[in-house]
Each structure stands twice: as structure tokens, then as C-alpha cells.
């Protein structure tokens, strides 16, 4: 009886390991399509035998495709816009927020309320109601927002070693501001016997967000509250260009103009010029980005060429009514929209599992990193490295970065990821450097939140009114239109008639429904 | 012995003007090309302006950007498909002219003004891009090299040119092969082609030159990452440190990105550059000779 019990048993418990494996083989696979936008474009994809790729088979029961959105934002919208008008979307795709608008009036996006509650790990460090405003319209949520690039990342810096030299102390004012800069232009700082260097640096760098005299200069216009395109408060929304303490601001930069303290190449210089400049020791005062200026290989030219230079980081000066600000920064997130084709065809449930998954401690170091080992190690600290890994595979090299690419769908500007992006290192006289040092100063200094108006619709005209507004601000402080009240409100008023009063009155509606404005 | 025509000083003035203005447009073309080769050549710690660089003695070069682009798995794959696009689009194209150039040409061809008509309508009026990325993917072309070059493989421009140079070679060749028996088709490949080499060079270089740079249709149609050509991994490079700036490290290693930025510049012209000196001689030769009628 008994042999007869187990002869059964073994029978049994074959047939459950036979039909365990013809379910497996019959298990069939959601296809998913995503595009995504790439860490390092030009890196490459992922390899074909890439790890994430069976787990997403094995585990998570997807046939994962992937492809690289364009690097360019306007190809991506070009390519999005294609796809959406031939109904031949992918799955899950990355969308800037004005295509995203169009698609959601279109119907080809979906509604993705219900996939909140299938990803409990992305609800930890990914998803808040801030994130779910950013994407929400009528009160329903149409993608999915990812936390953006690195906020405040940018701030002024000092070359301490000058002040030093000459006995000053870290200015606090715009009025010591202008000293300091003073003293760098004509009192020899670097010592070399030369009258060759000035105290303030910049070249023109344009967003949307920051026109006028662009990025470099907003320490300054900050110090009169006019950081930024768009003042963003209730009481006073409007161009920050049309307020009065613009035109104080642009004469103080006038002032610094006709002092020659300014490195007067600024309105021609490109960006490379520019930290070829600060390398070369031409300026003291700049607002420069934390990496560009701090990480190893940026940092070791100057370090090369001045070992005992420092640049200390700055606070943004206070101007006349005591307000200062490095800039403006806005919350930014990066929106995944899940197609209505994705929807219909029931793979919801699918995507979030991939994406939840990519959320997990496991799926967040994959995703971010690689494999234990083979692309990082942990330090003694606990902190991810690249040292102790094969040089061809380590994250950091070319080869290794090709597993990383999703990493901007997991990484939420953690300390373990800046740690381990951003390691630090010795300069040649031996003290400790690294992006991390300026970073974590920058953030506590004073900015201006600008979040919604990077959402602001360009006006029908913009290449124009764009044109107008920063090439007659220039013109003011280079001299070649007398900065005068009178001259500047006549400025003002063209600038109205070519569009900018009504382009306010649109954006504060904008602004107002959106519920942006402070 | 040999005579020399003595020049006058307003000669003499003229052939200083003449030299120096040329000079000056050598110049213009050069310093650009210049700059970009030596800022390809620029070592990581490389400390001065982009003049700086330029007057750099070449044994301070550094081939570390080479190095790292044409080691890199990416660049290798983007030129095989920029390469492979070039030739396959090359011959795709003329095999779709030529033929149609030559029927345009022929004067007695029945409904030779309507096919005319229809030749030019797409050329005066753009249908767009949601047509065209419609017909693209119902032809499942997408994820396909073909879906580069293909919907560019008439160009009406280029078949206009064709079509005068066949109608300039004598008519008589044509009829004396006609009266022997030989069929059109027998005319084109057997009469024709052979005395079309300068034209079939000029317009195949017409068309490679415009399969190699073309960005668009690559960017629209290709998602995988395997067939995409150089001018889309080239724009990314481009790109890169605008984009990357927070990034550590290009996706190249030690080579800094500006160097790396130059030199794939570069390399990307290279088979144009090397192309255009072989097939130069046949290029006025080839356009000119259609060029009195229209």
C-alpha cells in the first residue's frame, strides 16, 4: 500500500512539475514598448543581452522593447508628434509637457489614476502629490512625472585665494560687491605684474526661463528681485523687464560695464570660451554649475595651472531693499505618458509592474548602477563606487554607461546617487575637493522659485519679441542706447505694442488656472 | 622659344587684387576646417582659447579623441549603416532615375506631358509629414535603412538634370540603334549608359551626399539603436554637454567632449572629402551639359 501511496506521489508530483513547465511555456508575455530618454545619448543602448531584460521576461512577464528618444527636445516632439498622428505610439514614452497637452486633446494619452495604487515602491521616493499635480488636468492624471534634473545646482563663486591676497573679505552688498570686483580688476590679485584680469565673468546664456541678459547675470538682477523671464508672484506677475527695479539693476551692470570690472568679451564668449577663461585665471567672481566647475577632470585644468587657487563658493549679494537670490529654479519633473492604444490593450497593470519594480531597492541600484561587482561596489562607507570593478565595465566607462541609460526613469537626486556621481578627490596641494563641496552650499542659498512658468506658452511672435527685449537690453548696458527712464519706458512701450502686454495678460490666465502663482 | 606676354601695371594691379581675394576665400574656408582639427587633436588638460589651440605645435596632439571614436561600439555601428545607407541609396536612386529620366527625355513617348506633370506636382507641393510617415509605416519600412533613403529616391531635381544631359547626346545614336532592332531598354543600358558617366557620377554624388547627412527621416523612422547612422549619433555628440553637464564622464572616457564633438565632426566628412576630388572632373562636365535646355 505504501509503495502504491509513493509510486502516486512521484506520479503526482511529476505531473504538477510537467504542467508547472507547460504553463511556464505558455505564460505569455505582455509586450511593452518604451522610449525613453537616454542618461548618455550618444553612449548607446543597453546590450541585447542586458540583465533587465530577463528579469523584465522572467519575473515580470514582459517583452520589454526600448528606444532612445532624440537628445534634441524638439526632435522628440517632431518624432512623438509623427507617431501620435500615424496612431502608432509606443506603450510608455517620455513627453515634454506641451506635446503631452496636445495629446491629451487628442485622446492618446491615458488616464493613469489607477495605476498609482500598483506601485506602492515608486509611491516612496518617486510619487507626491506635488509630482501628481505636475501631471494632473480636470482633475485626472494623464502620465506619470519622475523627479527632473538636479535643482539650484548653479551659484556664484569667489577665487578666495585673490581675496586673500589682498586683504578683503567676502563681499556681502552689491556696493562690496562692486569693490571686490574692483580690486580684482586693478589691483593685480594673481600678483604676475599684469594688468590682466577682471572681477566678474559671464558670457550670455539664454533659457526661456532666464532672458534678457540670460543666466550669468541673475546674482545680480536678483539683488533687485528681478531674477528670471517672469516675476511669478500674485501681487506683481508680469516680465521681469517691464518692472522698475529692472532698470536699477540694469544700471548698477551698466556701472560694472563702464568700470571695466566686467570681463568684457561677455556678450561674445560661448560657453567653452568661458570655463576656458576661468581656467585661465581671468576673472574672480562668476556663477558657474557645481560639476562643470568641481568634478575631477573640469576642476584639474585650473588646478594645473593655479594649485593653490581656490574658489569659494559666494552668497548671492543683498541689493538695495536687503533681496537676493543666485537665480530662479523651478520644481521640474519628467513626464512618461502611457498611450490610450497601451490602455485599451489592457497593459496598465504591466507598466506599472515594470516600472514598480524598476522601483525596488534591487531594480533602483540595476537601473541605476548595474551589477554588484561587475559595474559598482560598495565602499567602506556603504556608498556606491566605481572603484574595485573592471576599468572596461564600471559604470562611469563608455561601456558600462550603455546599462545605465534608463537611470533618469529610478534616480531621484538621492545622496547614494550623488555620492556616487560626484566622488571627491584630492587638488595637487592636496585638499579635498568635489562637486558635493559647492552643491549642498548652493542649495542653501537664497533663489527664486519660478515652478509654471517654464509651462508658460511662447507667444506667437517670440523669435521676435525675444530678439527685441535682449538685444535692446544689451544695448543699454554696452552703452549703444543711452540708459535713461525716459529712453527705457519707450522701450517698454514697443516692446508692448510687439506683443509683451498680452502675452502677460495670457500667461497670468495660464498661470492663474494652473494655480502657480504665489 | 618661348614668349611672354609682358603685363601692365594695371594687369599687374588686377593679379594682386584677383590673388589677394582668393587668398582671403581660401582663408575663410580654411580657418574653420583648421580649427576644428586642431580642437579635435586638443589634450584633456589643455589650458587656452580656441586661437590658443589653433597655433598648438602638433607634437603637443593628442589622438585620444580618435582613439576613442573609433573604438567606440556606436561610432563603428553608425558608420557601418551611414555606409550602408550611402551605397544602397545610391544605387536605389539611379535605378529609379535613370529610367524615368530617360523616358522624360524621349519626345515621341505617348502621354509624355502628363508623365511630366505628375513628375513635377510632388516637387512643387510637399505632401507633408504625417503622409509621408503614414505611407513609411504601412509600407513597414519603419526600423528598416531602406526607410532613409527610399522615400528620397526620385528626386525630381535630380531627374530634370538627367533627363536634359540624355537629351543632349545626338539623336542619331539613338535612331541607328532603334533602326538595328534594339529595344529602349537595350538603347538605355546598351547606347546611353556607357556615354552617361559623368552625369551618372555627378547626380549618384547628388544623392550620397544627401543619404550621408540625411538626420530627418533617421530620426523619424529609426527607433532601433543598432541601425541609426551617423548623423543621428552625431547630433547626440553634439548635444552631449549641453545635456551632460552634470554628468562625470562622456560617454567616450579621458577624451574631453569638445575634442570628441570636433573629431567626429570630421570623421564624418571624411568619405565626402575623399569622394569629391575623384568625381570632380565629371561634375561640371556632368551638370553643364544639360544645362542649355530645360
Known amino acids: 500500500m505504501k509503495r502504491i501511496v509513493k509510486a502516486g506521489m512521484i506520479v503526482l508530483f511529476m505531473l504538477v512539475v510537467i504542467a508547472s513547465a507547460f504553463g511556464q511555456g505558455t505564460k505569455k508575455l505582455v509586450p511593452i514598448e518604451l522610449w525613453y530618454g537616454a542618461a548618455i545619448t550618444e553612449a548607446g543602448p543597453p546590450p541585447d543581452d542586458w540583465v533587465f531584460y530577463k528579469i523584465a521576461r522572467e519575473q515580470l512577464g514582459i517583452d520589454l522593447k526600448l528606444m532612445a528618444e532624440p537628445s534634441n527636445e524638439n526632435d522628440q516632439d517632431v518624432k512623438i508628434l509623427a507617431a501620435a498622428a500615424a496612431n502608432q505610439l509606443p506603450d510608455i514614452f517620455m513627453v515634454r509637457r506641451e506635446p503631452w497637452q496636445i495629446l491629451i486633446k487628442q485622446g492618446l494619452v491615458a488616464e493613469v489614476d489607477d495605476m498609482y495604487p500598483l506601485m506602492p515602491h515608486r509611491a516612496e521616493h518617486w510619487f507626491n502629490q506635488d509630482s501628481r499635480n505636475y501631471t494632473t488636468i480636470n482633475g485626472k492624471s494623464y502620465g506619470l512625472a519622475f523627479p527632473g534634473s538636479l535643482q539650484k545646482n548653479e551659484g556664484l563663486v569667489i577665487r578666495k585665494d585673490w581675496l586673500d591676497k589682498l586683504g578683503l573679505k567676502m563681499p556681502t552688498t552689491l556696493d562690496e560687491f562692486f569693490d571686490v570686483c574692483y580690486a580684482f580688476t586693478y589691483n593685480d590679485p594673481d600678483g604676475n605684474g599684469k594688468n590682466d584680469t577682471y572681477g ?319 | ?154 528626386s525630381v531635381y535630380n531627374t530634370l538634370i538627367m533627363k536634359s544631359f540624355f537629351e543632349e547626346l545626338p539623336e542619331e545614336l539613338k535612331e541607328s540603334a532603334r533602326i538595328d532592332g534594339a529595344s529602349e531598354l537595350t538603347v538605355l543600358l546598351k547606347i546611353i549608359l556607357p556615354l552617361s558617366k559623368p552625369i551618372l557620377l555627378t547626380i549618384g554624388l547628388y544623392y550620397g551626399v544627401h543619404f550621408w547627412n540625411d538626420f530627418f527621416n533617421a530620426m523619424l523612422y529609426i527607433n532601433d539603436a543598432k541601425l541609426q547612422p551617423l548623423p543621428i549619433l552625431l547630433r547626440n555628440i553634439l548635444l552631449s554637454s549641453g545635456m551632460n553637464e552634470y554628468v562625470e564622464a562622456n560617454a567616450f572616457g579621458e577624451a574631453p567632449i569638445y575634442a570628441i564633438k570636433a573629431a567626429s565632426v570630421f570623421l564624418a566628412a571624411i568619405p565626402m572629402l575623399v569622394a569629391y576630388p575623384f568625381i570632380q572632373r565629371y561634375f561640371v562636365k556632368g551638370t553643364m551639359l544639360g544645362s542649355i535646355k530645360g
Open chain 1, 200 to 518: 566678474f565673468g559671464a558670457f550670455v546664456e539664454y533659457f526661456d526661463q532666464e532672458m534678457y541678459l540670460g543666466r550669468r547675470f541673475d546674482p545680480i538682477m536678483g539683488a533687485f528681485g528681478v531674477a528670471g523671464t517672469w516675476n511669478m508672484t500674485k501681487h506683481d506677475f508680469g516680465l521681469n523687464v517691464k518692472k522698475p527695479e529692472y532698470y536699477e539693476a540694469l544700471q548698477f551692470v551698466k556701472k560694472m560695464i563702464d568700470a571695466k570690472v566686467i570681463d568684457p568679451d561677455w556678450p561674445s564668449l560661448k560657453k567653452d570660451d568661458f570655463r576656458a577663461a576661468w581656467k585661465q585665471g581671468k576673472f574672480g567672481i562668476m556663477r558657474e554649475q557645481f560639476a562643470a566647475l568641481a568634478a575631477a577632470a573640469n576642476y584639474a585644468p585650473f588646478d594645473k595651472n593655479f594649485p593653490n587657487g581656490e574658489w569659494a563658493a559666494l552668497p548671492p549679494p543683498k541689493g538695495p531693499s536687503g533681496k537676493s537670490s543666485v537665480g530662479v529654479y523651478d520644481m521640474n519633473y519628467r513626464i512618461y505618458a502611457v498611450s490610450t492604444k497601451a490602455a485599451k490593450a489592457g497593459k496598465k497593470e504591466a507598466i506599472a509592474r515594470l516600472l514598480d519594480y524598476m522601483a525596488t531597492d534591487e531594480g533602483y541600484k540595476l537601473i541605476g548602477w548595474g551589477i554588484e561587482g561587475v559595474n559598482y561596489s560598495i565602499d567602506a562607507n556603504g556608498n556606491i563606487s566605481d572603484k574595485g570593478v573592471p576599468e572596461d565595465t564600471k559604470f562611469s566607462s563608455p561601456k558600462g554607461q550603455t546599462v545605465t541609460q534608463l537611470r533618469n526613469m529610478v534616480f531621484y537626486n538621492s545622496e547614494m546617487e550623488l555620492i556616487s556621481r560626484y566622488p571627491y578627490f584630492k587638488t595637487a596641494n592636496g585638499r579635498t575637493m568635489g562637486p558635493l563641496l559647492y552643491l549642498k552650499t548652493f542649495q542653501s542659498f537664497p533663489w527664486t522659485n519660478v515652478t509654471g512658468s517654464g509651462t508658460i506658452k511662447p507667444h506667437p511672435n517670440n523669435a521676435d519679441l525675444k530678439r527685441y527685449i535682449n538685444q535692446g537690453v544689451q544695448e543699454f548696458v554696452l552703452g549703444k542706447r543711452p540708459l535713461t527712464k525716459e529712453n527705457f519706458a519707450a522701450f517698454v512701450a514697443q516692446m508692448d505694442k510687439l506683443g509683451a502686454a498680452e502675452w502677460e495678460k495670457t500667461a497670468r490666465r495660464e498661470m492663474e488656472e494652473a494655480g502657480y502663482l504665489q
Open chain 2, 1 to 154: 622659344m618661348t614668349s611672354t606676354i609682358k603685363l601692365t601695371r594695371s594687369d599687374r594691379v588686377f593679379h594682386i587684387f584677383i590673388d589677394a581675394a582668393l587668398a582671403l576665400i581660401l582663408a575663410l574656408l580654411i580657418i574653420p576646417i583648421w580649427s576644428t582639427l586642431t580642437l579635435s587633436f586638443q589634450p584633456n588638460d589643455f589650458i587656452g582659447s580656441a586661437l590658443d589651440g589653433m597655433i598648438l605645435p602638433p607634437w603637443k596632439w593628442s589622438t585620444a579623441a580618435y582613439k576613442a571614436l573609433l573604438g567606440h561600439r556606436s561610432f563603428l555601428s553608425a558608420a557601418g549603416n551611414s555606409f550602408r545607407i550611402f551605397f544602397e541609396g545610391v544605387i536605389t536612386a539611379l535605378f529609379f532615375t535613370v529610367p524615368l529620366a530617360y523616358a522624360l527625355s524621349i519626345k515621341t513617348l505617348p502621354g509624355r506631358k502628363l508623365l511630366y506633370g505628375i513628375v513635377l506636382v510632388p516637387y512643387l507641393f510637399n505632401p507633408g509629414l504625417v503622409p509621408n510617415y503614414l505611407l513609411v509605416t504601412k509600407l513597414s519600412l519603419t526600423n528598416t535603412l531602406a526607410a532613409v533613403f527610399l522615400p528620397g529616391a526620385v
